[in-house]
């Protein structure tokens, strides 16, 4: 395999990582407000604040590791996407501060105030909306370049029913998987009538969660055909996806072996993300920059696949540590300890 | 026109971004190895006071980091979305110790989540304490590592330009650039110098309030001596980074010390202001000293700003930060040695309220002192961002929409500013030390 493939297989993973575990965290975030706002928080904001607290900075680095990332392995990426999402990224990084703020003044410094769970909660679902536009603009036909100088078409971004199909997919996948999340930690809880409504709640959003799905791949079809074929060709794994996506709604629905069920939502979200990503490839950025004009040296490759390696090394038994302490741990999960 | 507009925009936000998030960035590398220090200390001599300090500075720790996560998510982000052609020039060549970073604080936040919550969870306390140690290596790699590719910024190497394009790049080499040593060494010495005098003018100003408990004069005792470890380490540093800057960015150091002619046994100006260009008027001069500095030769010669074209020597003012900074870090130096001294000696003035006072000046100075010295760093490499190979003009985005985004983030910097001081004094506040005792004792802990 070359650099270029082993770096954009693991940038792809560590982005899989991030929406997974931010959704979770975006949907907790939401379902919570939401249940602030109409009187049921008793019911599930236990749950939510004691999975949330402990490991909310993790899911950002996800992120951070993400930019960084394609950054040392991409560094064309920095002057295309860097120039062009001016705008909508910073709009993104004021959204997050305003969720990582939540966590410091609310959580750490105890100030109870419903105007920040509502930000907290709503910007969670912005953010999705605002980070998914990269992937619609790398579907080309957005960016415009004028005497050396790329400019994002904000009209026909708008305009386009891919930028509104992708945004909504981003916003249904949020709560079905956070959904799916927290009903297997609150069976975990054993706390009934939280498993119940969240039960329900991803019951609700599975439907949505792949009828948009579906959608967006029909979108391409008449945006960019070129990528619309390659998919087509990877026709099995979309349906391996759906399989597990089958699988997972049936076991929620006969509310038998939440954790698997879980898993196996991983497991369809994982096989799409990777199959979408297979069919983008070679390009970065459609039509301007493909993998190959956009990499780094070899020796910078080398140097980051090593660093990560050991990287790795370093993270994993801690990753190990703090899920068996919060996440495993029955005492703590049922909140008998704190 | 236009351009122009960008460049100017975009400076002003970096500059903003970084001015706000080096506050919680440098608090955020010092801090945990005081808590670290302080827990050790109250587990080796069974002092609950010390422990209680580790917990009450861990409360108001994770509220800084959790606000610096987020300024530092926003000038990591900023930096590809103003500087894309700079960005796309390092990351060819210095993304190694950028990538390296991000390894380094996953490792501290991780661990401070584990820290946080199992305060109660181990019988032998000193296991609780171990998780501290990843903490603070995180937090103080995550310095290194950045102040890593600052360094490169400021003394490029590792790579060969041939017709516009990198060839023969070597990370390390990039890495471990002659900037590197002083650089990185000064970062972590006056992060853990400003942390200490931070928590000590915490410490000063409860005793003002009228608190007397022996809490307090731990605190201070055990802040000020740290503080005076490290002023003393950074002034060292200093004098290498002189050096450092006489062989490898003359222009930088002619312009701090406005230093116009190449002269030998040059004299140090000290404070003074520019009239008319290049007239220096109320200064003091040390004889020699420039030239001690630079080379450790009171006759060696130091080349001045006459050695350099117009536009590219840094803007003169550089010289008010550098002695802003020099200043405060002699000041803070004496008050921390002062205190020491005294208390050993069992003085009184060490309880005198105008002293404590000058100790509560100390947390805020100290900052100020980081600040100018991060403008003088910044501002002294001017023309460059990437000095002798990218002028700051030619990196900047061409975007239009800079302006606007600088209203969104002053907006959003207040908010997190006003936020983070209203949080912290109300936490404090209202659960001040002698009630937090009280209540541990009737728990029977």
Redesign the interface.
């Known amino acids: 395999m070359s650099y270029e493939i082993i770096g954009i297989v693991v940038l792809w993973l560590f982005l899989f990582g991030y929406i997974i575990v931010a959704s979770i965290d975006f949907g907790a975030g939401f379902f919570h407000a939401y249940s602030v706002l109409t009187n049921k928080h008793h019911i599930i904001s236990k749950i939510v604040q004691r999975y949330l ?3 909310w ?2 899911t ?2 996800f ?3 993400f ?3 394609i ?6 990426t ?6 062009v ?3 909508p ?3 993104s ?2 959204l ?2 305003i969720r ?2 939540y ?3 609310t959580t ?4 109870r105030s419903k105007f920040w769970t509502y930000l907290y909660g709503f910007s969670g679902l912005f953010i999705p909306a605002s980070l998914s536009i990269v992937l619609t603009i790398s579907e080309g036909g957005f960016v415009e370049e004028d005497n050396n ?3 994002l078409q904000y009209a026909t971004l708008f305009a386009s029913p891919l930028t509104w199909s992708i945004v909504i997919l981003s916003l249904t996948s949020v709560l079905y998987i956070s959904a799916v999340f927290l009903t297997w930690y609150a069976n975990k809880a054993k706390d009934q009538p939280a498993t119940d409504l969240l039960r329900k709640y991803a019951l609700i959003w599975a439907g949505p969660a792949i009828i948009t799905a579906t959608g967006i791949i029909i979108e391409l079809r008449t945006h960019n055909p070129v990528h619309f074929q390659r998919m087509l060709d990877l026709w099995w794994m979309f349906a391996i996806s759906g399989i597990l996506f089958i699988t997972t709604v049936y076991l929620i629905w006969q509310k038998r072996s939440y954790g698997l069920a879980f898993f196996l939502l991983t497991g369809q979200f994982f096989i799409a993300f990777y199959a979408y990503g297979i069919s983008h490839y070679p390009y970065l950025l459609y039509p301007y920059l493909t993998i190959d004009e956009g990499f ?2 070899e ?2 490759a080398i ?2 696949i090593i ?2 390696i050991a ?1 790795f090394c ?2 994993i038994p ?2 190990w ?2 899920l068996r ?2 996440l495993f741990n029955k005492d703590y999960v049922e909140g008998k ?2 | 026109m236009e351009s122009e507009q960008a460049v100017f925009y975009s400076r002003l936000l970096t500059e903003l971004t970084l001015s706000f998030h080096i506050i919680y960035a440098t608090i955020g590398v010092g801090i945990p190895f005081l808590i670290f220090l302080a827990q050790w200390l109250g587990i080796k001599k069974q002092d609950e006071h010390y422990i209680l300090l580790a917990r009450r500075w861990t409360r108001g720790f994770v509220i800084t980091v959790a606000v610096g996560v987020v300024t530092g998510t926003a000038i990591g982000l900023q930096l590809n979305l103003l500087w894309p052609t700079f960005m796309e020039l390092a990351g060819h060549v210095i993304a190694l110790p950028l990538f390296m970073e991000t390894f380094a604080f996953f490792f501290e936040a991780i661990f401070l989540g584990i820290y946080l919550y199992t305060w109660d969870r181990f019988r032998d306390q000193r296991k609780h304490m171990l998780l501290l140690v990843p903490v603070a290596i995180g937090a103080s790699f995550s310095a290194v590592f950045i102040t890593m590719v600052n360094a490169f910024m400021n003394a490029p190497q590792g790579f060969e330009l041939a017709n516009g394009e990198l060839i023969n790049v070597e990370p390390l080499v990039a890495m471990f650039n002659p900037a590197m040593p002083t650089k990185v060494s000064h970062v972590v010495a006056t992060a853990y110098m400003t942390s200490a005098f931070v928590l000590a003018a915490i410490g000063a100003f409860r005793l003002l309030r009228g608190s007397n408990h022996i809490y307090h004069k731990k605190a201070l005792l055990l802040t000020l001596k740290v503080g005076l470890v490290f002023s003393i380490a950074s002034a060292i540093i200093g004098d290498f980074a002189g050096k450092y800057l006489a062989e490898y960015q003359p222009e930088k150091l002619a312009a701090m010390e406005w230093h116009f002619e190449t002269e030998e046994q040059a004299s140090l100006t000290l404070l003074g202001f520019l009239a008319n260009g290049e007239e220096i008027k109320f200064s003091i001069e040390v004889p020699y000293a420039l030239s001690i500095l630079a080379h450790g030769d009171p006759n060696a010669e130091v080349i001045g700003l006459d050695q350099f074209a117009e536009d590219e020597i840094p803007p003169l003012y550089i010289h008010y930060l550098f002695n802003i900074m020099v200043i405060i870090g002699m000041i803070t130096m004496i008050i921390a040695l002062f205190y020491i001294v005294g208390n050993a000696l069992n003085r009184t003035f060490v309880k005198n309220r105008f002293f404590l006072w000058l100790i509560v000046s100390s947390g805020p100075l100290s900052m100020i002192a980081i600040e100018a010295g991060w403008w003088l760093a910044e501002v002294g490499r001017q023309p460059w961002v990437l000095r002798g190979i990218l002028r700051t003009e030619n990196a900047a985005t061409t975007s239009n929409h800079v302006d606007f985004m600088l209203l969104f983030f002053i907006g959003l910097y207040l908010v997190l500013g006003l936020a983070s001081v209203i949080v912290l004094t109300r936490m404090f506040k209202n659960n001040p030390v002698e009630r937090e005792l009280l209540d541990q004792q009737r728990n029977g802990r």
Do not use: D, H, R
């Not at chain 1, 920095?78 to 120039?83: I, K, L, M, W």
């Open positions: 607290s402990p490991v900075e993790v950002n680095v992120l951070v590791f930019f960084v990332g950054v040392g392995f991409f560094p064309s920095a002057y295309y996407y860097g120039t999402l001016l705008v990224a910073s709009l990084l004021i997050l501060a990582g703020s966590y410091a003044f750490y410094g105890k100030l100088e790329l400019s780094t040296s020796g910078m140097a980051l660093a990560f990287g370093l993270l801690s990753l540590l703090l302490l919060f300890i704190k």
